[in-house]
């Protein structure tokens, strides 16, 4: 049976490490990433709460900086500062982007599938070639859900055109390997490009 391998993109395909934007964005909070796990999980609360309805597309990027100011004292001037820094945060990984290029070279269907607000789905789309890369994809800031619901996964496989034991997922996030499982995917931890290969290896994909 002939697999699709759909990539997560933050952490993934798309650096994304919060407490270097922080860090760079706030150094007056967050002198160093490493000392940067309060602030971050103040501010995207593990994705779930405001940030969350932001990647969700339920709110939009002025009510996502004023709650995130509300809620936790910060000005919202410095709230927008990090928003601002987001896409310049999100740099492709190229380690990734060689393995994915290696993925399409053998024939194999890719696709995407991203917790991201829209703005930076727009910003993603205009900077990186994203259409040669993938056959197709779904942003949660566009479809109005988010992983690790059911609901994305469900919209992705009818997207993908593709039933749930056709698809391969990369995630860095282990509730979202979770979800996907739960489905059927074959879904791999990921934590690099290297042993991301080894592991499609090891299932003939790479």
Excluded at 20 to 38: C, I, S, T
Excluded at 83 to 111: I, W, Y
């Amino acid at each position: 049976m002939k697999k699709k391998i759909v990539f997560d993109f933050g952490g993934v395909l798309f650096r994304w490490q919060p407490a270097r934007l922080l860090a760079r964005v706030w150094p007056h909070r967050v002198p160093a990433p490493e000392q940067g796990g309060a602030v971050v999980a103040e501010f995207f609360q593990a994705y779930a709460g405001d940030w969350g309805a932001f990647d969700q597309g339920l709110i939009g990027e002025a009510e996502v900086v004023q709650r995130i100011a509300t809620r936790t004292g910060w000005p919202a001037a410095e709230i927008q500062a990090v928003v601002d820094a987001v896409p310049d945060e999100l740099a492709a990984v190229p380690e990734t982007v060689a393995l994915l290029q290696e993925l399409q070279s053998a024939g194999h269907g890719l696709h995407y599938l991203s917790n991201m607000p829209e703005p930076f789905a727009d910003h993603l789309e205009r900077s990186f070639p994203l259409h040669q890369w993938f056959e197709s994809g779904l942003f949660s800031g566009r479809v109005k859900q988010s992983k690790p619901g059911a609901a994305i996964f469900e919209l992705a496989e009818q997207r993908f055109e593709a039933r749930p034991e056709q698809l391969v997922f990369l995630d860095d996030h282990p509730a979202n390997i979770d979800a996907a499982r739960a489905r059927g995917w074959t879904a791999l931890l990921f934590s690099d490009a290297a042993e991301a290969r080894a592991e499609l290896q090891a299932l003939g994909l790479a």
